[in-house]
């Protein structure tokens, strides 16, 4: 059972740090074997930007961005056993001091985000069973949340398929990793159609 309570950072200034899972089983945590995956197929390393991790539970995604290069990071999760468990993550990887944690509602958070810089990656990762992403990824593009290069990193049930084009967003990626976790990645496509 400890097994599940510990993670890692998989590469970057951090590589090999461990990390906690948020206690009990309200969260679904992305593994080390998805993380590293996909990291690859986004990365695997950044020269800067914002990273927003939203229903961040443990806050392994948005850390494994600020070890890979990522500036800073932005944290969101309205429960209190996912904060206390990001702040206690940022401590033992030394990131506090480059992050930022909101103990709100995605939808709120997002509101108040939209009047900042642009992100350069994206984290979705709801509960299964409360999945509004195209929803979510509508409003970040509305708002124009995302950077020219930038990504949104959905992941969620296998059995949802999200459209092929949001807004001016379009799939670049469908990763499926079991019967029961896929990842849909969108990257803002206005300036090659402008091209």
Known sequence: MK????????????????IKAVPG??????TDKVKESLFNVIGPYFDGGKALDLFAGSGGLGIEALSRGCDEAVFV??????????????ETTRFTDRSRIL???????????????????????????????ADQVSYIDQHDML???GVIICEHGSETELP?????????KRLR???VISITLYEFTELEEQA
């Not at 089983?25 to 992305?30: C, E, H, I, L, M």
């Not at 999760?77 to 940022?90: G, P, R, S, V, W």
């Open 177 to 179: 990793y079991s019967t």
């Open 25 to 30: 089983d309200q969260t679904r945590p992305t």
């Open 77 to 90: 999760d309205q429960h209190f056993k996912a904060i206390q468990t990001i702040k206690e993550n940022l």
């Open 147 to 149: 950077t020219d290069n």
């Open 164 to 172: 092929d084009e949001i807004g001016r967003l379009q799939v670049i």
């Open 3 to 18: 097994g599940r309570n510990r993670m890692r950072v998989i590469s970057g200034e951090r590589k090999g740090m461990r």
């Open 103 to 133: 103990k709100k509602d995605v939808t709120v958070a997002l509101s108040e985000l939209a009047a900042e810089s642009p992100f350069k990656l994206i984290f979705l990762d709801p509960p299964y069973a409360k999945e509004q992403l």
